[in-house]
């Protein structure tokens, strides 16, 4: 006893600054916006194909043999748009995201929209994508690529439900969970709260919602780049009056659900299907699903969370296959460049593409050749291959030959290539930029177009310069078609692939459920409890990095419905009652950690992005399931809400085997009872609790569990007498090694 008194007596100063920084009220100030870009010189490059990224060379030079070019024709890969003002004509752009050294200076037609300090996106003729890509600024120019969209048992198996009735309690309060979705049901009851108690749930906890899809004149246009924006009060006046003020539809339902999962409080269920983040609020997007468009409407969260001085979660449940699946495109650098400030976090489903031949990889050795089938689903497919900067790879594309003899159209390195063959047209560009500047390797864009969905196109790749590398090879998106040859090895999609962004994988926690026409109903690919999900996307990176991160319920999971959605026309899918629906997907994956995150921050709203990453991990579970792999599927493990967020702050203070130790709720009243959170390096012999007053007198003791991670007191002394209000100071001691003083107050 007399080393803890002198540890006691030696760490009390501490003791007092924490109570202090405990007691006080803590507010960030957000970062001030950039300067706007002042314009400078024009300098222009001589190769203006050079700085474009693969698909954009096709265009480009796809434009410059054909006079009456359809850009409208990509629309499917990438962001076309018509410029409807009467000065441009209607001519047609293109969505891109541009990598700049410094601010560009002014091209007629153009409009720059920065995004952060080296990026900006902007719709461009292909001319004026051209002069772009002159500008001695211009770094690197990419399409705006096409993405596509990927509780009851699920959020108690992660540990959800038990931080919803603890001590403290863990709901999300305080903190803005972000969606970038197909938009929200924002009528549905649980994303609504009766504040006044008058029995009619009139308040809406859905902060904001950007409908970037909508060009009519509600809401408020102007207060966003394009598209209309509803404030609170506009939804709560919507509510409350059933006017029709509010256009915002979610027609496919998608983002309801996912939303629904993360943040709903099961009012329409009676506390049946309630989400992780119960008491969080929301910031809606609803999008075109075009990268540059994602981008934006992540900044707009992350810039109205900062102005509310909170922190914010975005739940991503989209992603594609356009790109290196490094993290190094400039879609993932924009997402990644916003999580540089704390009290911010990204969350990105890994993809469905676990149980799909949509990837093929292989080391081609020197002077050799690898031949390889792409079948594509849709008459306009893209394929995009990369391969070492030090290699030199011809490619030959081979018609199927159904409506002719077979055609090879051949592509040596830094050429392009376009031929109509009798089975469709074929286009390539082999590296034309040469080094690609996001990671020095080189990339290979093959188009097909008007072809026959299900024909047989032969690829042929030739190592020409004796060195051999790797290859990688991937459809623009999993819709488009599949290699037979192929695997479903490094299957996750951008923008999970980024290294700040937490991709979430998939596995079941439930089988079944009863449709709104009474009978039971399952997934045809359903996977018994515990299992991964089959659709699960696999890692690794391209760059060899295991993704996804962790996994997360992703099967039959029930949550909110959209009415008059695409989902609720099907009486399997739907519940009785038609307030939830049945789904399954990463898409639903997702949403359970974004939850998570937003209790994580609820506890300590400054954690940075690296750091509740490694927290989940730390936590993840590992049981039979995930023993038997792969990690590049399941990542660290299952999502452990309740772990994660009890054993918060603990990993920093465990040093030398000494024992950590936290407590909530703190201050506490006397008419509460408070519960320990504590870590041990090891698995010791005994472990104790030993609570001491201001003078050092022990007041309370008790043995732990070597195997728990929390204890719960009651606040009475060891003879039973209620704490009297005052300071006191805990210490965990484990094989008689104490942990850091915690100092707990108890209030009148």
């Known amino acids: 006893m007399t080393r803890l008194h002198s540890d006691f007596w030696a760490l009390l100063g501490s003791v007092f600054v924490a109570v202090i920084l405990l007691l006080s009220v803590i507010s960030s100030s957000s970062t001030p916006p950039p300067a706007p870009p002042q314009h400078g010189e024009e300098s222009f490059s001589e190769d203006p194909y050079t700085k474009l990224d693969p698909f954009l060379r096709l265009l480009a030079q796809r434009a410059q043999r054909e006079p009456h070019f359809d850009v409208a024709r990509f629309a499917p890969l990438a962001a076309v748009y018509t410029d409807p003002s009467p000065t441009q004509g209607g001519e047609q752009k293109i969505g891109v995201l541009i990598k700049i050294t410094s601010s560009l200076p002014y091209l007629p037609g153009v409009s720059i929209n920065s995004l952060t300090r080296d990026l900006v996106s902007a719709r461009v003729t292909l001319n004026q994508l051209r002069e772009l890509a002159q500008l001695s600024q211009v770094v690197f120019i990419e399409a705006d690529y096409r993405l596509e969209p990927h509780i009851d048992k699920s959020v108690p198996a992660v540990g959800g439900r038990f931080l919803h009735e603890a001590n403290p309690r863990a709901t999300g309060q305080g903190v803005i969970v972000g969606f970038v979705d197909t938009g929200i049901d924002w009528s549905h009851p649980d994303f609504r709260t009766d504040r006044d108690g008058d029995g009619f749930e009139e308040s809406s906890r859905i902060v904001w919602v950007w409908d970037q899809t909508e060009t009519g004149f509600f809401g408020s246009p102007r207060k966003v780049p394009f598209g209309t924006e509803y404030t609170r009060e506009e939804i709560e006046l919507a509510l409350r009056t059933n006017a029709h003020i509010v256009n915002e539809r979610d027609g496919s339902g998608h983002g309801t659900h996912t939303i629904g999962i993360a943040v709903g409080d099961g009012s329409a269920s009676g506390g049946t299907y309630v989400g992780m983040a119960p008491q969080a609020e929301m910031i809606v997007v609803k999008t075109s699903y075009f990268s540059t468009d994602i981008v934006e409407g992540v900044r707009y969260v992350f810039e109205k969370a900062s102005w509310l001085g909170k922190p914010a979660v975005v739940n991503l449940s989209l992603g594609g296959h356009f790109g290196p699946h490094d993290g190094t495109s400039l879609f993932e650098q924009s997402l990644e460049a916003f999580l540089e400030q704390p009290g911010r976090a990204l969350v990105a489903s890994a993809g469905n593409d676990g149980d799909q031949r949509i990837h093929v990889g292989e080391y081609l050795r020197a002077r050799a050749s690898f031949t390889f089938t792409f079948v594509p689903n849709e008459e306009t497919a893209y394929v995009n291959i990369w391969y070492p900067g030090a290699a030199n790879f011809t490619v030959a594309v081979t018609s199927p030959g159904i409506n002719g003899p077979p055609q090879t159209v051949l592509a040596l390195r830094g050429q392009g290539e376009f031929q109509n063959t009798p089975d469709g047209s074929v286009q390539i560009d082999n590296a034309g930029g040469g080094l690609d500047p996001r990671n020095r390797d080189r990339a290979i864009a093959i188009s097909l177009e008007k072809v026959q969905p299900g024909s047989r196109w032969s690829i042929t790749l030739t190592d020409q310069g004796g060195t051999g590398g790797r290859f990688d090879a991937w459809p623009g998106l999993s819709t488009m078609g599949y290699f037979p040859e192929g695997d479903s090895l490094s299957t996750v999609t951008e923008p999970a692939t980024a290294k700040k962004i937490i991709a979430v994988g998939a596995y079941t926690t439930k089988v079944s459920w009863q449709g709104a026409d009474g009978e039971p109903h399952r997934f045809t690919d359903a996977q018994s409890e515990g299992q991964l999900a089959r659709f699960s996307a696999r890692g690794p990176t391209r760059d060899g990095r295991l993704k996804p991160d962790l996994t997360a319920p992703g099967t039959a999971i029930v949550s909110a419905l959209a009415k008059d959605s ?143 991670q929390r204890f719960q007191w009651a606040l009475r002394d060891d003879r039973g007498e209620p704490l009297p209000p005052g300071l006191y100071i805990a210490i965990v001691i484990a094989n008689g090694r104490p942990s850091a003083p915690h100092p707990l107050i108890v209030r009148r």
């Open 566 to 708: 695409e989902i609720s026309r099907s009486e399997k899918l739907v519940l009785p009652g038609r307030a939830y629906a049945a789904m399954q997907g990463t898409s639903m994956a997702a949403p359970h950690v974004a939850g998570a995150v937003a209790l994580l921050l609820q506890a300590q709203p400054d954690l940075r992005a690296d750091e509740i990453l490694a927290q989940l991990q730390r936590t993840a579970l590992q049981d039979a399931f995930t023993a038997s792999g792969p990690t590049t599927a399941w990542g660290a493990g299952k999502l452990q809400a309740d772990r994660g967020f009890e054993t918060l702050g603990l990993h920093e203070q465990l040093s030398a085997s000494r024992p950590a130790l936290k407590v909530g709720p703190n201050p506490a009243s006397p008419s509460q009872s408070v519960t320990f959170f504590y870590s041990v390096a090891t698995t010791p012999r005994t472990v104790e609790l030993k609570v001491f007053d201001l003078v050092g007198r022990p007041v309370y003791s008790a043995v732990l569990s070597p195997h728990s």
